[in-house]
């Protein structure tokens, strides 16, 4: 052994100082053998080692079996330099097609794909991954087994090292991942079968769109009728005993599982941390990694078309002897725990967001049908989850298949339609969970607050939560998350849980427990400054919500209430500024006081509660989140009926907001621009205020034309300032009203459907000041230019309604301007049947009643005039004529006052003939 250590540290300190050139080829490779026969390195210096690898790369030798052997045995790919494993590997992927057998240049491939730093380049796994690369030839070829399972292990660390949506869905290593896994469910092949479906989860990952894969439905085929493999329950998923392998007949079936059983044999329980895992049986694996394929194929598609799959992986009926495997029967008999954790992500990954594909469901059977509604077969599917899910939490023992299985019961109470549903599971579930919650195990006492947290926000009015709160005196769930809170010993997720549940249990509760309020408030107020900041930021949430509910029901305790916290810890909180995150939540807090609490406020609180807003909002120096949060509060001031007659509070508002409006902080100028919109609508009751419209006008010219995203609300504001307006003012600032007129016109038919609604109700504020109309008169045929045009073209039906509004407003029109608006209003009538949404219909309906008030609105102005003008430019002056007696008889007690109006117009209208 000496001799051999002697030689090859002459054979590697011989390629070491070797010159790297194709005539030394033969030579190296002679080197190389010798060192491959010989086995280990010994005690040759990494330094020379690497040194070697690079003149046998650039020599050029073409033994890639034996370089591959020698690498594998005697390098550590990790202290490789990073040039020599990029030359390595490029080596290796020239040359594995051509080696016999490519096993070992395969599985060094994967090793070095693994190690190198930040991954290869996306080009090069994806030539290595597509159609003519050398892994899908190796896989379409009838190779071995074992060579096989090395191109998939290649696979599967490509595919994990690509970008996500690197790959299409009619990729052609897909659709041969989806033969092979075909083939080994086919044949039985353990090893096989668990090598393709780690390779297929790392390619489902990567690929974009997947729910336009044609092999989809045999993709989910072959994963489900492997979601009980080597378990005696997988009888029903495989071929007839008739034409079982014997090899599977011969197996000796197991006990069935009830939950989780004391002792598990080796053969089917996971292996333990200090096994080999060369010695574990294939088939727990397999089970894991068939629910890993299945959660990646459910996160990537959109769930309109995941729903389609349900009944496919989710039972609709009771659980019979011979029921084919679901889901759920893996949660319930899989007696791996990992295998049941893994099934219980897939079901949580079906079960959320599927509100709305839920909202049909109900088990109210009625009489005998002819078919079985889907909405039937809904409420099965949400009865059997409830059915399989409360025992699996009540009976499980492993903690974090628990803690899942709650998650799971958490996602199935936010979106299950309970009021739909017969009573008595909500009951159930709170039971279960107040059982759970004794737990020593904080996942699993963390999940469980959730899961109630979830029973607590369930918006729709149900008996069940009401009355599991009433069951005890105070409420099991309050009485609870106060004693974690004030425990020294809870952990701060318990404590950051327990402040959410409450949060939920005020907003939708607050009627049953507001007997306790004053307890709770003690509670936040003694304990809000000794909390760690992030469960404080949750306790300002809490009080954000809980004032909120207070002021809209017991008001004179909110003043009480309001008092303390601005006389306690929140006044702190108002005043530190450097604990950013907390100040801005502050800030949010006092947002919620109400109108009538603020007046009854002692002065010193109110002097406060205004000064600290303002000089927050004029800082430029505090964080963007605190300023943005102290506007916002000074928006919600602005609104009150209290402060309106403070023309000084007013006036330091305008100067603030002008300033906060052009900050370059986006955050900051969206809400100042609201504010703004709320302050236009103040100053619109003052009338000795209109000295402050001038600079108002300007700063919302500019926003306008700088500041796309604040547009919403500087329209809104536009369109308060305009309605109100007088000509002594008009005549200071005439640029900025056409420039903002310019703008409203361009809103009404571009950007967001929020905005374009803002627009066309600003312009209906503008056409509804008499001196707006007669002193600005270009911009006025512009606006019903650009209304007439929105009310016809727009596909929006709040828009076109906003607009039919804002044409009809005006009382006096030129005839130019009659005639537009009659043929768009007449035009907009008969297309406002077309609908492409049926949920649309009720919109459709409001279009045509709000363009019939339109129709009216023109007869009562209408002159000989105008109509003359329409006469000249239309053949029909009266288009609209049908639908309006269509909607005369049911419009007739709505508009009687412009009935009034228009009655000697509309009689004398018929009289002239132009009706006919």
Request: charged residues 15%.
């Amino acid at each position: 052994t000496v001799a051999m250590d002697v030689a090859i540290n002459c054979c590697w300190s011989e390629l070491a100082a070797m010159q790297p050139v194709a005539g030394n080829r033969q030579q190296a490779s002679l080197l190389l053998q010798t060192i491959s026969s010989c086995g280990s390195v010994g005690n040759v210096k990494p330094e020379v080692v690497e040194e070697g690898l690079s003149t046998l790369l650039l020599c050029g030798v073409d033994d890639v079996l034996s370089l591959s052997s020698v690498v594998s045995r005697n390098c550590d790919l990790a202290e490789l330099s990073q040039s020599l494993q990029d030359s390595l590997l490029h080596y290796l992927l020239a040359h594995v097609a051509s080696a016999e057998p490519p096993t070992e240049p395969l599985y060094l491939s994967a090793d070095l794909i693994s190690s190198v730093q930040g991954g290869p380049p996306q080009k090069v796994l994806e030539e290595l991954l597509g159609p003519a690369g050398p892994l899908l030839s190796i896989l379409s070829s009838p190779a071995s087994e074992d060579v096989q399972r090395a191109c998939l292990r290649c696979v599967a660390v490509c595919g994990s090292a690509l970008r996500p949506g690197s790959l299409a869905p009619d990729h052609a290593l897909l659709q041969e991942l989806v033969r092979l896994l075909a083939r080994a469910c086919r044949d039985l092949h353990c090893k096989l079968l668990l090598s393709v479906l780690r390779a297929l989860r790392s390619v489902l990952v990567r690929t974009e769109g997947l729910g336009t894969c044609p092999l989809l439905p045999s993709l989910l085929t072959c994963l489900k009728g492997q979601l009980l493999c080597g378990l005696a329950w997988d009888a029903t998923a495989l071929p007839s005993p008739a034409e079982t392998p014997k090899s599977r007949v011969a197996r000796k079936p197991r006990p069935p599982r009830q939950t989780v059983p004391p002792a598990m044999t080796s053969s089917d329980s996971e292996v333990s941390e200090g096994e080999a895992p060369s010695l574990a049986p294939p088939q727990p694996r397999i089970r894991q990694a068939v629910h890993s394929c299945l959660q990646a194929v459910f996160e990537s598609l959109d769930k309109q078309t995941v729903v389609k799959y349900w009944l496919s992986f989710l039972p609709d009926g009771p659980r019979l002897p011979h029921s084919p495997p679901s889901l759920l029967t893996c949660v319930l008999k899989d007696p791996a725990p990992k295998c049941r954790r893994a099934a219980a992500c897939v079901l949580l990954c079906l079960l959320e967001g599927s509100k709305p594909y839920l909202a049909p469901a109900h088990d109210k059977v009625a009489a005998a049908q002819p078919f079985t509604p889907y909405s039937l077969v809904l409420g099965a599917v949400v009865h059997e989850l409830h059915s399989s899910l409360l025992p699996a939490v009540a009976m499980e023992t492993n903690a974090g298949v628990r803690v899942q299985l709650i998650k799971c019961l958490a996602a199935l109470v936010a979106n299950a339609p309970y009021h739909q549903l017969k009573a008595g599971h909500l009951s159930q579930i709170t039971c279960t969970l107040q059982e759970a919650s004794a737990t020593r195990d904080t996942d699993v006492h963390v999940a469980c607050l959730t899961c109630v947290g979830a029973v607590l926000s369930i918006s729709t009015p149900l008996k069940e939560p009401t009355q599991w709160l009433q069951s005890h005196q105070p409420p099991w769930v309050l009485q609870h998350c106060t004693s974690l809170l004030q425990s020294p010993g809870s952990q701060s997720p318990l404590q950051t849980e327990a402040l959410q549940v409450l949060t939920a249990l005020i907003k939708f509760h607050f009627t049953t427990v507001w007997f306790w309020w004053n307890e709770i408030m003690d509670l936040y107020l003694n304990h809000l400054s000794t909390f760690p900041s992030h469960t404080q930021l949750h306790v300002l949430k809490f009080l954000e919500e809980f004032s909120r509910s207070l002021s809209a029901t017991l008001e004179a305790k909110a003043v009480v209430v309001w008092q303390r916290l601005l006389e306690g810890p929140l006044a702190a909180l108002l005043r530190d500024s450097c604990a950013h995150t907390l100040c801005a939540q502050a800030f949010g807090v006092l947002s919620t006081v109400g109108a009538k609490v603020f007046q009854a406020l002692p002065s010193h609180c109110q002097v406060l509660a205004l000064s600290l807003p303002l000089s927050f909002s004029r800082d430029s120096s505090v964080h963007r989140s605190v300023r943005a949060s102290a506007v916002r509060v000074l928006g919600v001031f602005v609104s009150f009926s209290c402060l309106a007659e403070d023309s000084s509070f007013l006036v330091d508002c305008h100067s603030v907001l002008l300033q906060c409006v052009a900050c370059s902080c986006q955050q900051v100028c969206l809400q100042a621009s609201w504010a703004l919109g709320n302050l236009t609508e103040t100053l619109s009751l003052s009338p000795l205020l209109s000295p402050l419209y001038p600079p108002l006008l300007e700063a919302v010219a500019a926003g306008l034309r700088e500041k796309e995203k604040v547009g919403c609300n500087l329209v809104r504001a536009s369109g308060n300032i305009l309605r109100t307006i007088t000509e002594e003012v008009l005549r200071t600032c005439v640029s900025s009203v056409e420039k903002i007129c310019v703008h409203l016109c361009k809103s009404t038919s571009s950007g967001s459907m929020k905005l374009r609604w803002n627009a066309c109700y600003a312009c209906h504020g503008a056409l509804s000041n008499a001196a707006f109309v007669s002193s600005c008169a270009s911009s006025v045929d512009q606006l019903l230019a650009a209304l007439c045009s929105a009310v016809v073209e727009c596909k929006n039906f709040k828009v076109r309604t906003n607009a039919a509004l804002a044409v009809a407003t005006p009382l006096l029109y030129t005839p130019d301007q009659f005639v537009r608006v009659w043929c768009a209003v007449c035009r907009a009538l008969l297309l406002s049947e077309q609908l492409t949404d049926f949920s649309e219909y009720k919109l459709s309906v409001l279009l045509r009643s709000k363009l019939c008030w339109a129709w009216f609105h023109l007869l009562s102005v209408l002159t000989q005039e105008a109509l003359d003008a329409v006469e000249e430019a239309c053949d029909r002056p009266a288009l609209a004529g049908q639908h309006i007696s269509d909607y005369v008889g049911s419009l007739l007690r709505e508009v009687s006052p412009w009935c009034v109006c228009a009655g000697p117009a509309l009689c004398w209208y018929h009289s002239t003939g132009a009706c006919r």
